[in-house]
């Protein structure tokens, strides 16, 4: 008996979710998203390596759609180009199939669920925790329909479901997220908008990003949309735990391509 | 059995699948749209409206000559001679005053030919609202009247830019507006698509067409109901209203149009029940046209109304039930089918609406059976189109 739980201990330690344990970083966490297959279509695994030397986080890799409904011009610009490039689900996966050899931090597929679906929910769910994926985010996946139907199929592989709150979200519903979490990480949308659309965080966004520290949630927040520079990354993490970087990061990559990587992220960290 | 259930859903079809973002502007409308809609005060602005500024009832126009030539019973339900020339009105005037009621001060809409633009854009100016229309940057070129008269009634007219720069995406933009405008904004999708409730609503202000005809045909035929109703489909709408009340009843065959194009298999076609699979596009589940890789691909009709790559929820679920009989159409035999009903019977209709006219050719009828046909829109939009196909 004894030993039965010693051994299961073990291997929950090994299994333990990367995202999970990376949570528990005295740090705030800096995250960044970037476009699978962009600007070419073979940068995908260099940039992840790159984003590791210059001490990310963690990352969110983009699988691109063609129909993006949540992104605003950035992101979508990207997306096109990365598909006129060819990437496709399958195409990503072969690309970062041995992708645990190089890389140590926690990655997050963020896609949409049609591509998703068509490949196969669990068959999904499978060869991205193969490749030693961490959480998934599907933003059209909507929260109660992923509890009924696809819950089980992300458990089974060690996935965690990241989920979506705006300022509108109602505090019923946000405990009841943080409630379902498990150890992952709430994505805070820093304004009721699509990506890359602010100009820097106006007091309404202050006061949210306040007012969702004051809940005390076990779940960690990391707020995403709008973050930039050090300054938006200091505010956004004021009460949260990290912040996720996406357009001004794809921005930097279409200026100035991986070469810029270092420079940027050492930007967010310190001017 | 037929229509959407309490979850928003038309069998395995439907459902809202929006991010977080959009959940406050849905939820709102899904939580209010019945009470409103159907309160009594509702219903009476609205039918005024419908009757004295649209021009309804619509006359069912009993079609001497085609029935003749085909040798059956055609009545044509004539929603072109609604105000702007198409069904599309009916859903707009239903929604802004929804969107009236919810205090709403700002309005937004995607089109594809410029009808639904049109007519949202109508409906703003009649009730004094703000409203930007989204299309798409290539149809802007496609269809410059409609632009100049939305621009006329008072719209601001946004080009959509990204992805393929049509429908699709121009209802893309619209959708992106609305979450970056949750509060003030209302969103008048313009066919039986989308998140629900959108379907759903759409199809509750369409079936005025359905009401009238059940009770027309009783006036001037022989039958108490039509043997089918018959209808083209991009979305949607125009067919869900002339089928809605009668979904349920099975004797009433229901026919759906839809456009194949330069022939189904060409790789130029927008016969989604044809050529899609299961899919999400707009917050819906449907039958979608997409690739293996689950991206939603471009479709083609020579009829810019019926180049959308789904179709509506409740369509799709017709279509896996077998409840409705679908028929794809050519661009050549819908523009003949054009050409034929504006000599036999003087009336030049909508080439999406041709569509549904080109049946006639494809599919055999009794002698005693009474197809009512959706007259949806009249070809004035499409004259260009005729001019050069015809060498008019
Ligand atoms: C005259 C007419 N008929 C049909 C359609 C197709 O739309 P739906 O399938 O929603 O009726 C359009 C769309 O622009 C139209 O203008």
Same mark, same amino acid.
């Given at each position: 008996?004894?030993?039965?739980?010693f051994?299961?201990?073990?291997?929950?330690?090994r299994n333990?979710?990367?995202i @999970?344990?990376?949570l528990?970083?005295?740090?705030?966490?800096l995250?960044?998203?970037? @476009?699978a297959?962009?600007?070419?279509?073979?940068? @995908?695994?260099?940039?992840?390596k790159?984003?590791?030397?210059?001490?990310?986080?963690?990352?969110?890799i983009?699988?691109?759609?063609s129909?993006p409904l949540?992104?605003?011009?950035?992101?979508?610009?990207?997306s096109?180009?990365?598909?006129?490039?060819?990437?496709?689900?399958?195409k990503?996966?072969?690309?970062?199939q041995?992708i645990r050899q190089?890389?140590e931090?926690?990655? +997050?597929?963020?896609?949409?669920?049609?591509?998703?679906?068509?490949?196969g929910?669990?068959?999904?769910?499978?060869d991205?925790?193969?490749i030693? +994926?961490?959480?998934l985010?599907?933003p059209?996946?909507?929260y109660?329909y992923?509890?009924e139907?696809?819950k089980?199929?992300? $458990?089974?592989?060690?996935?965690?479901?990241?989920?979506?709150i705006?300022?509108?979200?109602?505090?019923?519903?946000?405990? $009841?997220i943080?409630?379902?979490? $498990?150890?992952a990480?709430?994505?805070?949308?820093?304004?009721?908008?699509?990506t890359?659309?602010?100009?820097?965080?106006?007091?309404e966004?202050?006061?949210?990003?306040?007012?969702?520290?004051?809940?005390?949630?076990?779940?960690?927040q990391?707020?995403g949309?709008? +973050?930039?520079?050090?300054?938006?990354?200091s505010?956004?993490?004021?009460h949260?735990k990290?912040a996720?970087?996406g357009?001004?990061f794809?921005?930097?990559?279409s200026?100035?391509?991986?070469?810029g990587?270092?420079?940027? +992220?050492k930007?967010i960290?310190?001017? | 059995?037929?229509?959407?259930?309490?979850?928003g859903?038309?069998?395995?079809?439907?459902g809202?699948?929006?991010?977080e973002?959009?959940?406050?502007?849905?939820?709102?409308?899904?939580?209010?749209?019945?009470?409103?809609?159907?309160?009594e005060?509702?219903q009476?602005?609205?039918?005024?409206?419908?009757?004295?500024y649209?021009?309804?009832?619509?006359?069912?126009?009993?079609?001497?000559?085609?029935?003749?030539?085909?040798?059956?019973?055609i009545?044509?339900?004539r929603?072109?001679?609604c105000?702007?020339?198409?069904?599309?009105?009916?859903n707009?005037?239903g929604?802004?005053?929804?969107?009236?009621?919810?205090?709403?001060?700002?309005?937004?809409?995607?089109?594809?030919?410029g009808?639904?633009g049109?007519?949202?854009?109508t409906?703003?100016?009649?009730?004094?609202m703000?409203?930007v229309?989204?299309?798409?940057a290539?149809?802007?070129?496609?269809?410059?009247?409609?632009?100049?008269?939305?621009?006329?009634?008072?719209?601001?007219?946004?080009?959509?830019?990204s992805?393929?720069?049509?429908?699709?995406d121009?209802?893309?933009?619209?959708i992106?507006?609305?979450?970056?405008?949750p509060?003030?904004?209302?969103?008048?999708?313009?066919?039986v698509?989308g998140?629900?409730?959108?379907?759903?609503m759409?199809?509750?202000?369409?079936?005025?067409?359905?009401?009238e005809?059940?009770?027309q045909?009783?006036?001037?035929?022989?039958?108490?109901?039509p043997?089918?109703?018959?209808?083209?489909?991009?979305g949607?709408?125009n067919?869900?209203?002339?089928?809605?009340?009668?979904?349920?009843?099975?004797e009433?065959?229901?026919?759906a149009?839809?456009?194949?194009?330069?022939?189904v298999?060409?790789?130029e076609s927008?016969a989604t029940?044809?050529?899609g699979?299961q899919?999400?596009?707009?917050g819906?589940?449907t039958?979608?046209?997409?690739?293996a890789?689950?991206?939603?691909?471009?479709?083609?009709?020579?009829?810019?109304g019926?180049?959308y790559?789904?179709?509506?929820p409740?369509?799709a679920?017709?279509?896996?039930?077998?409840r409705?009989?679908?028929?794809?159409?050519?661009?050549?035999d819908?523009?003949?089918?054009g050409w034929?009903?504006?000599?036999?019977?003087?009336?030049i209709?909508?080439?999406e609406?041709?569509?549904?006219?080109?049946?006639f050719k494809?599919?055999k009828?009794?002698?005693?059976?009474?197809v009512v046909i959706?007259?949806s829109?009249?070809?004035?939009?499409d004259?260009?189109?005729?001019?050069?196909y015809?060498n008019l």
């Amino acid at each position: 008996m004894q030993l039965i739980m010693f051994k299961k201990l073990c291997l929950y330690n090994r299994n333990m979710n990367r995202i @999970t344990k990376k949570l528990k970083a005295p740090h705030k966490l800096l995250s960044i998203y970037f @476009t699978a297959g962009y600007p070419k279509l073979e940068d @995908t695994v260099e940039i992840l390596k790159r984003l590791q030397d210059s001490d990310v986080d963690m990352v969110e890799i983009g699988l691109p759609y063609s129909d993006p409904l949540a992104d605003g011009p950035t992101i979508q610009q990207s997306s096109t180009q990365a598909l006129k490039n060819g990437i496709s689900t399958k195409k990503l996966f072969a690309q970062i199939q041995d992708i645990r050899q190089h890389i140590e931090i926690p990655l +997050i597929v963020m896609g949409y669920f049609n591509p998703m679906l068509q490949y196969g929910v669990s068959q999904f769910c499978k060869d991205v925790s193969d490749i030693g +994926i961490d959480g998934l985010i599907m933003p059209d996946l909507p929260y109660d329909y992923w509890l009924e139907h696809h819950k089980d199929d992300y $458990e089974h592989n060690n996935l965690k479901h990241i989920q979506l709150i705006t300022p509108q979200t109602s505090k019923e519903r946000i405990l $009841e997220i943080d409630k379902q979490s $498990e150890d992952a990480f709430i994505y805070m949308v820093s304004s009721s908008s699509t990506t890359g659309s602010q100009i820097g965080f106006a007091q309404e966004q202050l006061d949210y990003f306040e007012r969702i520290g004051s809940y005390n949630l076990q779940t960690p927040q990391i707020v995403g949309f709008g +973050i930039k520079d050090n300054e938006t990354f200091s505010q956004a993490t004021s009460h949260a735990k990290g912040a996720i970087i996406g357009s001004a990061f794809i921005k930097m990559l279409s200026k100035r391509g991986l070469n810029g990587i270092d420079g940027f +992220i050492k930007n967010i960290r310190q001017p | 059995m037929y229509n959407v259930n309490e979850k928003g859903f038309y069998g395995e079809f439907g459902g809202a699948f929006i991010p977080e973002m959009l959940k406050p502007n849905v939820d709102e409308l899904r939580e209010n749209y019945l009470k409103i809609s159907e309160s009594e005060d509702f219903q009476r602005e609205f039918h005024q409206l419908l009757k004295d500024y649209v021009g309804r009832p619509t006359p069912l126009y009993f079609s001497k000559r085609l029935s003749e030539k085909y040798q059956t019973q055609i009545y044509l339900k004539r929603e072109d001679l609604c105000h702007t020339g198409a069904h599309k009105v009916n859903n707009t005037i239903g929604q802004i005053l929804l969107a009236q009621k919810l205090g709403k001060k700002r309005i937004i809409a995607e089109t594809g030919a410029g009808q639904h633009g049109v007519a949202t854009a109508t409906v703003c100016a009649l009730m004094g609202m703000p409203c930007v229309i989204y299309m798409g940057a290539i149809d802007i070129k496609r269809q410059a009247p409609n632009v100049a008269r939305m621009k006329m009634l008072g719209a601001k007219v946004v080009a959509a830019e990204s992805g393929s720069k049509t429908l699709k995406d121009a209802t893309n933009e619209a959708i992106r507006d609305w979450i970056n405008n949750p509060e003030d904004t209302h969103y008048i999708i313009g066919s039986v698509v989308g998140p629900h409730p959108f379907p759903d609503m759409v199809a509750r202000f369409q079936s005025v067409i359905s009401k009238e005809v059940m009770k027309q045909l009783k006036e001037q035929s022989h039958k108490s109901k039509p043997d089918y109703v018959l209808a083209c489909v991009g979305g949607g709408s125009n067919a869900a209203g002339i089928y809605y009340d009668f979904l349920e009843d099975t004797e009433v065959g229901i026919i759906a149009v839809e456009a194949a194009g330069k022939g189904v298999s060409t790789g130029e076609s927008a016969a989604t029940s044809q050529l899609g699979r299961q899919g999400i596009i707009h917050g819906s589940k449907t039958l979608l046209m997409q690739n293996a890789d689950g991206q939603i691909t471009e479709p083609y009709s020579i009829s810019a109304g019926l180049d959308y790559p789904g179709i509506g929820p409740m369509h799709a679920h017709l279509y896996a039930s077998k409840r409705a009989e679908f028929i794809s159409v050519t661009d050549d035999d819908a523009m003949q089918a054009g050409w034929e009903l504006s000599q036999l019977e003087g009336i030049i209709p909508a080439i999406e609406t041709a569509h549904a006219f080109a049946v006639f050719k494809e599919r055999k009828f009794e002698p005693d059976d009474v197809v009512v046909i959706n007259l949806s829109g009249r070809g004035d939009k499409d004259l260009n189109t005729y001019m050069e196909y015809f060498n008019l």
